[in-house]
């Protein structure tokens, strides 16, 4: 086991936040990053299946809770989800804490600093048989949001627009 003097950690503590963001937002920085390299769902199941379940968790450990509002799926919300994949949402997740039906862990991201967290996106970006859909899902709430496929994207798009 590694230790460390408590005065050095005070010290790389010191150095990472001095004249940069509250420590509390670079750990959450942090934690995004490890996020992007570690599944959130159970290993070994389907190939890409885990990365159906890392939106969430990037965002969740991106922002600071005192800034966002998040809440479990409505029920309009849990039909939706079941209609599009029920194996998937009515599958078993095991966590820590027991096993649950994937349905009951859905958590939906409302606002970030009291505005619809969409306000804050640039792009969407959806399987090409997926863009119609998208585009009718959010022309009602967001008009102006590009909703690109991944045909459309370039190793610098859609950023380069």
Known sequence: MFTAPKADVRALIGGLTTGTRPFNELLGAFQALASLIYPV??????????????EWRVLSNALDPRHYTASAATTDERERLMSIDRSYFGGQVHMRSGTRTRIDE???LRTIRGRPFLDYARHVIVPDAALD???AILAPSFPALPVLGFSSL?????YDR
């Open 41 to 54: 769902d159970a290993v070994g199941v389907e190939e890409l299946r885990f990365f159906e379940q890392r």
């Open 106 to 108: 859905c958590v939906f």
């Open 133 to 135: 859909d998208s585009r």
């Open 154 to 158: 370039t190793p610098t798009a859609p």
